[in-house]
């Protein structure tokens, strides 16, 4: 009765927010309730959008920036204010470090408490604290703003290079009412939020003019080719060109690690040999050795194909820059490649396929051993084997030894099915990956896991249970960071600073919420155990018993330890 007789029905900022990330389809919240949000949670949830509560925000966070990769709509996390909105931080900031598309939303309280620093519960700036860290960073300071602040939030979360957006909703917003057609107008739904951005016809002719002089050309993909899902012609440009490639780690896959044309195998020599490397959605960060000696010839000549102009000249000289957008520029550059223009040198390949095989050949004689107790290697022959018949899969994975041999020893063979550390080298990605990936997908999920790796995301083994997702979590257990052996250099009681309980059982931690653990011992146990946990299709938790002499400091990257001329005490 009372809308007919001109009272106008009355909406709040609640209803709001969930009516906007419904209208832009962002149908899945990761997150942890509190203090103001609780209500957004089960409002959200009450509406049909999906709601994965955490036991912490990092790993919430982790969930919905691996759900931005993987479905490049930005993915939702939310978190209560002040110690939840920093646990979600880490997060965010290693979205935006990776260039994963996420939206961190955030209950805040009273502003003008705050801004007097006048002690409020949670009292933080937020959306200062947060600019550091992310693509950009709001806050919405009235309700008719919230369908402007996400959609603002959307675009800068998904255009160009994608990132960590942090968007402040304080508790009096989310509470504050408005007449309900005044809401209605105010909502935004984003059109085209992340727009192709064509390549300049003159880039593409310059880029194809210096692979055409290419004797010994090399395509790196990395994972903006992986997120760009513009897989069918970056598979036709390289094999119609001929050209070997190297994929980065979260780009294993995009062309099957088997395909002739892989350069993996023999990463290093290629690396240095190439006279003309084309850079594919990869950055010529440390992960490359910055593109500079040892590692790489002074000589080569670069093309880098990248959405980001700044990217260009990052670390050294490119000689064809194509900026724009994946999917158009390898459409432009086949669209304009004449048949035969690039030739790479016989010679080239063959050198790369001797070396591949020289190296394929160590391997399998690593994978065949059967060390006891078992090391990384002979473990990982277990899981290979399990995995072979099963591409489908998503491997997430994580730890120095646990990270570094995994990549190399497990073949990926369909696109955007390994998720890992990435860019920053960090660890706690493991079980907020794994749950996102599961999320999504509805598809299996073996995280693969170093022991310390595991240990900053481990409580949402709960989490996964709750849920009820197909999600096995295999955890390598040397009993320490890189090894379990060092020792207390004082020769007291404590254990050394990288030792961890070498005889944890970890399977435990899965029984205790109803999922299944395993604890494997030998490579069979292991295989069994996979095969069976896969099967059930039910969460489980294989402890993997490895050699805690196995592993080496820092697993490849001891290097980058800081080295001193003078030795240490001790
Ligand atoms: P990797 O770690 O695999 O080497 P990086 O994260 O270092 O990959 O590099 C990815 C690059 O891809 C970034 O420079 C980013 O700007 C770029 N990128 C991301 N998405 C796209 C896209 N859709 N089109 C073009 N470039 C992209
Ligand atoms: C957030 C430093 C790099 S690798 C690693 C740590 C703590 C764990 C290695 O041990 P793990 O693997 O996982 O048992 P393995 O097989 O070699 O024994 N804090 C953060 N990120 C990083 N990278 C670190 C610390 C680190
Ligand atoms: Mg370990």
Redesign the pocket.
């Known amino acids: 009765m009372a809308n007919e007789t001109n009272v106008p029905s009355i909406t709040n900022g609640f209803h709001l927010m969930v009516d906007a990330l419904k209208l832009n389809d962002l149908e899945t919240i990761y997150g942890v309730a509190g203090i103001p949000v609780t209500d957004l949670a089960r409002l959200a949830q009450a509406n049909g959008i999906r709601y994965i509560g955490f036991r912490h925000e990092q790993s919430a966070g982790n969930a919905a920036a691996i759900a931005g990769y993987l479905t490049r709509k930005p993915g939702i996390c939310l978190t209560v204010s002040a110690p939840g909105f920093l646990n979600g931080m880490v997060a965010l900031a290693n979205a935006t470090t990776?260039?994963f598309p996420m939206i961190q939303i955030s209950g805040s309280s009273d502003r003008a408490t705050v801004d007097l620093q006048q002690g409020d519960y949670e009292e933080l700036d937020q959306m200062n604290a947060a600019k550091p860290f992310t693509k950009a960073s709001y806050r919405v300071e009235r309700p008719e703003d919230i369908g402007i602040g996400l959609a603002r939030a959307i675009r800068a979360a998904l255009s160009g290079?994608?990132g960590g957006v942090y968007l402040d909703v304080p508790a009096s917003v989310l509470g504050a009412t408005l007449d309900a057609e005044t809401a209605t107008r105010s909502l935004v739904r984003v059109v085209d939020a992340a727009p192709r951005q064509l390549p300049a016809q003159e880039s593409v002719h310059r880029a194809l003019e210096v692979l055409a002089k290419a004797e010994r050309p090399l395509i790196i993909l990395?994972?903006?080719a992986a997120?760009?899902q513009a897989d069918a012609d970056i598979r036709a440009f390289i094999e119609e060109t001929g050209i070997p490639f190297l994929p980065?780690s979260?780009?294993k896959g995009l062309l099957p690690d088997d395909h002739p044309q892989s350069a993996a195998a023999a990463r290093s020599y290629a690396l240095a040999q190439a006279d003309v490397v084309m850079l594919i959605?990869?950055?010529l960060?440390w992960?490359l050795g910055h593109g500079k000696s040892p590692q790489w010839s002074a000589t080569t000549q670069f093309v880098q194909?990248?959405?980001?102009a700044t990217?260009i000249d990052s670390n050294r000289a490119i000689a064809a820059p194509v900026v724009g957008?994946?999917a158009s520029s390898v459409s432009a550059l086949l669209a304009t490649l004449e048949p035969g223009q690039i030739r790479p040198q016989a010679a080239w390949l063959k050198e790369l396929v001797q070396r591949k095989q020289h190296n394929i050949d160590r391997m399998a004689s690593h994978l065949a051993a059967n060390p006891d107790p078992m090391d990384f290697y002979s473990a990982l022959g277990a899981i290979k084997g399990v995995l072979a018949d099963k591409p489908e899969i998503y491997v997430v994975n994580e730890g120095a030894n646990a990270l570094d041999i995994t990549r190399n020893v497990i073949d990926m063979r369909l696109p955007r099915k390994r998720l890992d550390s990435?860019?920053w080298g960090v660890m706690g990605i493991g079980m907020g990956y794994a749950i996102g990936a599961a999320v999504v997908s509805g598809k299996p999920v073996v995280a693969i896991e170093g022991d310390s790796a595991f240990g900053f995301s481990g409580m949402e083994i709960e989490t996964i249970c709750r849920y009820h997702l197909p999600i096995v979590t295999v955890i390598f257990n040397n009993g320490g960071i890189y090894r379990g052996d060092d020792v207390n250099r004082n020769g007291g009681a404590d254990p050394a600073p990288t030792v961890l309980m070498k005889d944890a059982r970890y399977e435990m931690l899965s029984e205790a919420f109803g999922g299944v653990g395993y604890h494997a011992v030998s490579p069979q146990e292991l295989a069994k155990a996979l095969d069976d946990a896969l099967a059930s299709g039910k969460p489980a938790l294989i402890n993997c018993a490895i050699d805690p002499t196995a592993g080496t400091e820092s697993g490849h990257i001891g290097n980058l330890n800081p080295q001193s001329s003078i030795a240490q005490q001790k």
């Open positions: 990776n260039g290079r994608p990395g994972k903006g997120y760009a980065m979260m780009a959605g990869a950055r960060n992960l194909l990248d959405i980001a990217e957008d994946i990435g860019t």
